[in-house]
């Protein structure tokens, strides 16, 4: 099973947006509504921040918001802060497997 | 509220097993099933496999089959990773994160696995 394709790095500066998208194929992405994403820093567990594709867990700020069309979902972060600079990964559901994105590094410019 | 808490870190010499505790409270242990996760250095997260907690029914990544066996213990709401044949990359650090629905809601805090001769 190979890896989802994500961009690695992105940027924005404070108050912007920025969007990060997850490239698969049918038999994961495409295929189910079970696309997550998690907030990754060095030194601490993943967080999730959205799951099957465009909801939030409470306590996650509605900045962060998610889409999928096709075999392709993003992650879209509004209103850029600093505290959002971290790493980003998707996940899909892919028949009995899941699927990890590459990660890509958020950098709040 | 719900916890994973794994073992401490481990230091293994290359061809030699290695064995990571996952302690679950907070929640019903059978209720949801168990996710483990690895991260080498300069890497992703990498999927390693999927046990249910009530019937004990695993998928592996291919990439671990035969090598990779996770286990659970129901009354001690603890599930159990081994990974044996160890080589230096598979030097990372592993996670348990519970899976609600093809969803890994939480984590554990990480153990870090070093294999070197």
């Known amino acids: 099973q190979s890896a989802l394709t994500q961009p690695p790095s992105a940027s924005g500066s404070p108050g912007q947006s920025v969007a990060i998208s997850c490239t698969g194929t049918s038999s994961d992405v495409g295929g189910y509504d079970y696309v997550s994403w998690y907030q990754y820093r060095p030194g601490k567990a993943p967080k999730l921040i959205l799951y099957e594709v465009s909801k939030r867990p409470s306590g996650v700020p509605d900045r962060f918001s998610g889409s999928k069309s096709g075999t392709t979902a993003s992650l879209t972060v509004s209103g850029l802060q600093a505290e959002d600079e971290a790493d980003y990964y998707c996940s899909s559901y892919a028949g009995t497997n899941r699927v990890f994105g590459g990660g890509t590094k958020l950098t709040v410019l | 509220q719900v916890q994973l808490v794994q073992s401490g870190a481990e230091v293994k010499k290359p061809g030699a097993s290695v064995k990571v505790s996952c302690r679950t409270s907070?929640?019903?242990?059978?209720?949801?099933?168990l996710t483990w996760v690895r991260q080498a250095p300069g890497q992703g997260l990498e999927w390693m496999g999927w046990?249910?907690?009530?019937?004990?029914?695993?998928n592996y990544a291919q990439k671990f089959q035969g090598r990779f066996t996770m286990t659970t213990d129901a009354s001690r709401s603890t599930a159990y990773m081994e990974l044996r044949s160890l080589r230096s990359d598979d030097t990372a650090v592993y996670y348990c994160?519970?899976?609600?629905?093809?969803?890994?809601?939480?984590w554990g805090q990480g153990t870090q696995v070093t294999v070197s001769s």
């Open positions: 046990i249910s907690t009530y019937r004990g029914n695993t």
């Open positions: 994160a519970r899976d609600k629905l093809y969803t890994l809601d939480h």
């Open positions: 907070g929640y019903t242990f059978t209720d949801n099933g």
